[in-house]
């Protein structure tokens, strides 16, 4: 356990839904960010915060997906009318910049959503 | 995009050999990072290396850090069954906010057989 946590662990739903998963990160992290992954390929960025800020968003990213991070805490990644390619494992990752050690992310267990 | 691509796609070594993991990687970096994940688990940070670095330890763990071929490599020593999982590399891409994002390889995904 990390000590990042993600909700839900698991998502099915049907295509054109909305979905919202939320992510909450190492309390003293200020940066805080989401991936996605699918089999066999490795983790796929996002999108990242720093605080509240949100500082990139991928190219990857459509316009049916946000998200937020209020007060520079928690963070939730919405996907509105979801996609069956929207299916894959979401992935929180939070650190602390500078910090010691550097620029570690920890990341939670990841939400799997699949799109039916 | 993928910066970093890791090699061998796929390892397969007896318990007690070294295991060797290869990411090459595109644009200049600050650090690189090898993180592991196992079946059904979230990743783990094992070790960064800076770019002024050219070598790094962490207990069997050993990495090396060619800025002028833009490749990395991860060695394990005296593998165990318990390091059975996928390995990737990651380094850091700078982005429009003057911030960098981390960008992931393709994996190495090593088998240790007992």
């Known amino acids: 356990d990390t000590g990042v946590s993600q909700n839900p662990r698991h998502k099915i739903t049907k295509r054109g839904q909305n979905v919202t998963f939320r992510c909450d990160p190492i309390?003293?992290?200020?940066?805080l960010y989401w991936y996605r992954q699918t089999l066999g390929q490795g983790p796929e960025f996002l999108t990242y915060?720093?605080?509240?800020?949100?500082?990139?968003k991928s190219r990857l990213l459509s316009d049916r997906f946000s998200a937020e991070r209020p007060k520079g805490s928690f963070s939730t990644l919405e996907i509105q009318r979801t996609e069956q390619g929207d299916s894959a494992m979401y992935l929180c990752?939070?650190?602390?910049?500078?910090?010691?050690?550097?620029?570690?992310?920890?990341f939670g267990p990841g939400t799997r959503l699949t799109v039916t | 995009s993928q910066q970093g691509e890791e090699d061998p796609q796929a390892l397969s070594i007896q318990e007690g050999e070294n295991a060797t993991m290869n990411c090459s990687y595109k644009?200049?970096?600050?650090?690189l990072q090898w993180y592991r994940q196992n079946s059904g688990r979230g990743l783990v940070h094992l070790i960064l290396?800076?770019?002024?670095?050219r070598e790094k330890h962490s207990g069997r763990l050993r990495v090396t850090l060619d800025t002028s071929k833009k490749s990395s490599s991860l060695l394990i020593t005296a593998s165990r069954a318990a390091d059975t999982a996928s390995y990737f590399c990651?380094?850091?891409?700078?982005?429009?906010?003057?911030?960098?994002?981390?960008?992931f390889g393709t994996g190495t995904r090593l088998k240790v057989l007992a």
């Open positions: 990752a939070s650190s602390y910049i500078p910090g010691t050690g550097g620029y570690e992310q920890y």
């Open positions: 309390s003293e992290h200020n940066r």
């Open positions: 915060f720093q605080n509240e800020a949100q500082l990139e």
């Open positions: 644009t200049s970096i600050n650090n």
């Open positions: 290396i800076r770019s002024n670095e």
């Open positions: 990651a380094t850091d891409e700078k982005v429009a906010s003057g911030t960098y994002k981390y960008i």
